[in-house]
């Protein structure tokens, strides 16, 4: 299947900062990705659709302003995780889909943001 | 979205055949039922997708009973790489550019010696 990356695996940063996660498909187009959040022993959640172009789609309950979606390409979507708190550690997934008319979707393997 | 239900957790032993079931009583006409699975500190993988009666492919069986409101997950002589959480999902085809994927509480399945 397609191949969907992110950039960094892991990351630890000191509380206030701002971290960005890269999200890119390889070997495909994406003229939409998502981003998802996941707590220990928890489910996926969706926090937002982004489409190339345009603005990010956020859902209920997740704050725009501290979740920074940016995708600027067809192959490279980004999440800026600003003023970081211990509370935002957790494992950030992003997935891609591929344009028409197959629109698979595909996953990526995650980052693990730890903020101290 | 039509709500699904699962068991939190299953465990089994290798070369045991694994039955996951998963209710979704709301199950809405057009709705395909897809399943995912996820290795620890992985990316959620597609398993299979169904609609009605029984899909099969090299890694699972799913099959549909003719009401759609539960559907049941069979992955034959499971192995120790088997464990993992086993996601059900309800809602458009994956393939559907309307399609937005929304996990449930998922299974965490357990394979042992």
């Known amino acids: 299947g397609a191949v969907v990356s992110q950039h960094p695996s892991w990351v630890i940063c000191k509380s206030g900062t701002s971290v960005k996660i890269e999200c890119r498909s390889l070997?495909?187009?994406?003229?939409?990705m998502f981003w998802y959040r996941q707590f220990p022993k928890q489910s996926l959640m969706l926090m937002a659709t982004s489409n190339e172009g345009s603005k990010a789609t956020y859902e209920q309950g997740v704050e725009k302003d501290k979740f920074l979606i940016n995708h600027a390409s067809l192959t490279l979507s980004t999440l800026t995780v600003t003023s970081a708190h211990p509370e935002d550690s957790s494992f950030y997934i992003c997935?891609?889909?591929?344009?028409?008319?197959?629109?698979?979707?595909?996953f990526g393997p995650g980052t693990r943001l730890t903020v101290l | 979205l039509a709500k699904t239900t699962q068991p939190i957790s299953m465990d089994s032993y290798e070369g045991q055949e694994v039955n996951i079931t998963c209710s979704h009583n709301n199950i809405a006409t057009n709705d395909y039922i897809t399943w995912y699975q996820q290795f620890p500190s992985q990316g959620p993988r597609f398993i299979i997708q169904g609609y009605k009666t029984k899909v099969t492919n090299e890694v699972a069986s799913l099959f549909i009973p003719a009401d759609r409101k539960s559907s049941t997950l069979s992955l034959p002589r499971v192995s120790l790489s088997d464990t993992a959480v086993y996601y059900c999902l309800v809602g458009d085809r994956v393939g559907s550019s309307a399609s937005k994927i929304i996990f449930g509480s998922g299974t965490r399945l357990s394979i042992r010696p």
């Open positions: 997935s891609a889909r591929s344009s028409s008319p197959y629109n698979e979707q595909f």
């Open positions: 070997d495909f187009q994406a003229t939409t």
